[in-house]
């Protein structure tokens, strides 16, 4: 089945990079995703990547995908104070039926500090 | 704001009593999907309907049910409550049916049984 992994808690100095790193482990996977939940709010759509690339670049969010590995990292540049919540990665895969879903990870807690 | 409208925003109730979840999705979506966030279970896909048809089923109790109506809007029907239930609902919706097309996500219900 499928499972999705990241570490809990990061915690990173305004202005500095982020990194937030997950593991999954369905290779039929055709989309990753980066999600951000802000406190008391819903989840917001960040990036994707199709399982054929390699990296994608969007604004100060870059996406590297190492499919052999089955591993997948978000690196933020420039961090600053709102980019403070916790992010979650996910792996989206079809089923039988012609539907899909979403299978998330735990979620990383990333907080920024001045 | 996603354009993905979840009503109510809060639901308190009591074990055994039964509870529907309102969501309206984003113009031109016609799937919608339902996922449950608790704090022992992380987030986890219910269902998916597109277009008024299941298509796609996590693990939904059969307490739980769904539909999907003409109008696109869908409800999720949750009945003889318990404790465990306590919860953020999130309904998402995309334009297609498949895991090409990404999902964007409402604010979320969050239902409390006391």
């Known amino acids: 089945g499928e499972d999705v992994e990241q570490s809990l808690f990061l915690s990173v100095r305004e202005g500095d990079s982020s990194v937030i790193n997950c593991t999954y482990t369905?290779?039929?996977?055709?989309?990753l995703y980066w999600y951000k939940q802000e406190p008391g709010a819903g989840l917001q759509l960040l990036t994707y990547i199709f399982s054929n690339m390699d990296m994608k670049q969007d604004q100060r969010l870059t996406v590297l995908l190492n499919k052999k590995d089955k591993h997948l990292s978000l690196r933020i540049a420039d961090t600053q104070t709102g980019d403070s919540a916790i992010y979650f990665c996910a792996e989206s895969s079809d089923s039988t039926g012609g539907g899909n879903k979403l299978t998330f990870g735990t979620g990383t807690q990333l907080k920024v500090e001045l | 704001d996603s354009g993905v409208t979840q009503t109510p925003k809060h639901l308190i109730t009591a074990t055994g009593q039964r509870v529907t979840l309102r969501c309206s999705p984003r113009?031109?979506?016609?799937?919608v999907y339902w996922y449950q966030q608790s704090l022992d279970q992380g987030l986890q896909f219910l269902i998916q309907y597109y277009n008024g048809e299941e298509r796609a089923k996590g693990n939904i109790l059969e307490r739980f049910s769904a539909q999907q109506f003409p109008d696109l809007h869908s409800e999720l029907n949750l009945s003889s409550l318990e404790l465990g239930d306590s919860a953020l609902y999130f309904c998402a919706s995309s334009e297609g049916q498949t895991s090409s097309y990404e999902q964007y996500f409402g604010p979320g219900t969050r239902l409390t049984v006391t």
């Open positions: 113009s031109g979506d016609l799937s």
């Open positions: 369905d290779s039929s996977s055709t989309y």
